[in-house]
Every structure is written in structure tokens, then in C-alpha cells.
């Protein structure tokens, strides 16, 4: 099979891999052919060259073939999942990481097929989405509170966009990059271009009740999310930390009575469902959200500008042979 590999920090080159053995599936596992597959934030740290201290030894890594992807959209080849059925087309998690490939196996429990009417490309939103609705979920109701999203890329416009559906009195959206041109279209009321910081430098009273850690990848922004909240207000930290460690503002924590929540989606096939559902219910949100789709053989074009924000640039997706 054909897929792209890690050769240097942020260099990919095509390769060919063994073909899966369609006939020795794990239990609840899946063989897709791949038809597309979105760009995360948590998948950069490792296209720089870095590595997950906690990943299991199992797992690829760095110069694994189709390593590191796990959004991912494709065709059920063969199945050995009771509830997904050869055929399908379908949506949702490379649970190796491995999604830049002309074939993947993966866990059947993170797939879950799509709307019909969908291009790959668009169903690529699925994924991400569903992390957010799940994220939200556990947030708990949102209806006439203020909201504030620290950073505004891919998943933190989802957030957004959540936080307006679901009644938010305020959504304020925070980045270094200016958003300004999209950030009505995901329902943020007050968009701030300016580092994390300078921002919360600048809240004075009128602090959000929810403020919403959608940057990850360093150690700031999480006491910066505690220092901008409201007095028993919360905290949901969603970035992905690449440290084990964090240090961490208890003493601001504790006398602001807070509540902090994080965590991964669960329940990924139910979840999968309500984000396709919520697409459909939204066409402005499919029509917005992916503004890039490249070829997979110039996936280091695609990796290039996911790594580099601007302006106008969202969801960075590469679509399949």
C-alpha cells in the first residue's frame, strides 16, 4: 500500500507499506481504505519531531508508515465489529496514529458512518466535532453564561460555535491570529486578537464564567485560564498537554473557588452520530470549516500550513488518491 512517512522533523516522503491482513483483524477492529484525513493540533508536535512520553510501545511513531494522523474518514474494507458493517463509509479516529495510508486498521468503537450527501473532505468536520460535543457535555450548560475560548484555530471555533448554540450570554474568542473575518460565522461575540496574556492583563470585573483552554502544547495558558475566570466560575482544559507535569496557580484556584474538567471523547461512536446530525442542522458551519484540501501526495504542503496559522486558514484536510 502506498503511505507517507516521517523521515526528518517536518519532512515527509512516500513509501510503501505491507498491506493489513484483512483476515486477521483484532476483535472490534476495522480495515479502512482511506479517503480523506484532517490535520489536528495534536498531530504537529509530532510532525516537528517530537514524541508522546506515555504512548504505549505498540503504537507508531515517528517514521512509521502514515504516522501521525488520526482523523480520518474511509470505506470499510472487512470488519470485525458487530455494529460496522463492510462497505460502510464512515468517519472518525486512527487509533494508531497511522491515517496517512492507503489502508488502516483501526477500532471499530471510534468509527461510525456519515451522512450520504458529504464529500470525504467535508466529513472530516465529524471528528473534530465530536470531540467538542463530548467536551461539552461534560461542561455542563452554558445558557446565559459568559463563555471565553483561549485560541482560536480548528477546535477552538468548534467550541465557540457550541457555546452560541448552546445560548452562551457572551462568546469571547482569544488569539494571536486574527479571526476576526470568520469568528461571527461561529458565533463569537467578541473576538480579541492578542496573546493569551495581554488579554487577560486587560479583563477587568466583567471575567467570564466558563473559560475554555483550546491552545495546549506548552504550560502557560492553563494558569493564564484560571487567572481570567470569574469567582466560582470554570475551567475546561482541553489542549493537549506535552508535558506529564504542569504547574499549576492552586493557591488563585482555591481562593476563587473554581472548578477545572478535562478529558478525551468517550463514547466516540454516539457521538460521532451527533456531530453528523449537528452538521446537517448547520450548513454554515460545512461550508466554513474546511478551507484547505490537498492532495495526499503533497501532504507536506498540507502539514507546512497547518503548522503555520493565518488569517482566513481553518481546517487543513488532505483528501485520498
Known amino acids: 500500500m502506498w503511505a507517507q512517512r516521517l523521515v526528518a522533523p517536518s519532512t515527509f516522503a512516500p513509501c510503501e507499506a505491507p498491506d493489513p491482513d484483512a483476515s486477521a483483524l483484532p476483535p472490534r477492529h476495522v480495515l479502512l481504505r482511506t479517503t480523506a484525513g484532517g490535520i489536528c493540533g495534536s498531530d504537529l508536535p509530532f510532525f516537528r519531531g517530537g514524541t508522546a512520553p506515555d504512548a504505549p510501545p505498540e503504537r507508531p511513531s515517528f517514521g512509521s508508515p502514515g504516522f501521525p494522523m488520526h482523523e480520518v474518514v474511509g470505506e470499510v474494507l472487512a470488519s470485525a465489529h458487530p455494529e460496522v458493517a463492510v462497505g460502510e463509509r464512515v468517519v472518525g479516529w486512527a487509533s494508531g496514529f497511522d491515517g496517512i495510508a492507503e489502508y488502516v486498521v483501526t477500532a471499530g468503537d471510534g468509527v461510525a458512518p456519515y451522512a450520504a450527501g458529504l464529500e470525504p473532505w467535508e466529513a472530516v468536520t465529524i471528528q473534530p466535532l465530536a470531540c467538542v460535543l463530548y467536551a461539552m457535555e461534560q461542561l ?67 471575567r467570564p464564567d466558563v473559560v475554555i483552554e483550546a491552545i495546549g502544547h506548552q504550560t502557560a495558558t492553563l494558569a493564564q485560564a484560571v487567572d481570567a475566570a470569574a469567582f466560582g466560575g470554570q475551567v475546561f482544559y482541553f489542549g493537549v498537554a506535552d508535558d506529564l507535569v504542569y504547574p499549576f496557580p492552586m493557591r488563585t484556584f482555591l481562593r476563587k473557588n473554581l472548578t477545572m474538567r478535562s478529558g478525551v471523547a468517550l463514547e466516540r461512536r454516539r457521538v460521532l452520530a451527533a456531530a453528523d446530525a449537528h452538521l446537517a442542522a448547520h450548513p454554515a458551519l460545512r461550508a466554513a470549516y474546511v478551507t484547505d484540501v490537498l492532495p495526499v501526495d503533497d501532504v507536506q504542503t498540507a502539514f507546512d500550513r497547518a503548522a503555520w496559522p493565518r488569517p482566513g486558514r481553518t481546517k487543513v484536510v488532505v483528501a485520498a488518491r
Open 140 to 206: 455542563g450548560p452554558v445558557a446565559g453564561r459568559s463563555v471565553a475560548v483561549l485560541g482560536q484555530g480548528p477546535i477552538g471555533l468548534l467550541f465557540s460555535h457550541l457555546a452560541a448554540c448552546g445560548g452562551a450570554s457572551r462568546v469571547i474568542g482569544v488569539d494571536r491570529v486574527d479571526r476576526s473575518a470568520v469568528s461571527s460565522v461561529y458565533g463569537v461575540t467578541e473576538a480579541v486578537h492578542a496573546p493569551i496574556d495581554r488579554w487577560v492583563a486587560s479583563v477587568g470585573a466583567d
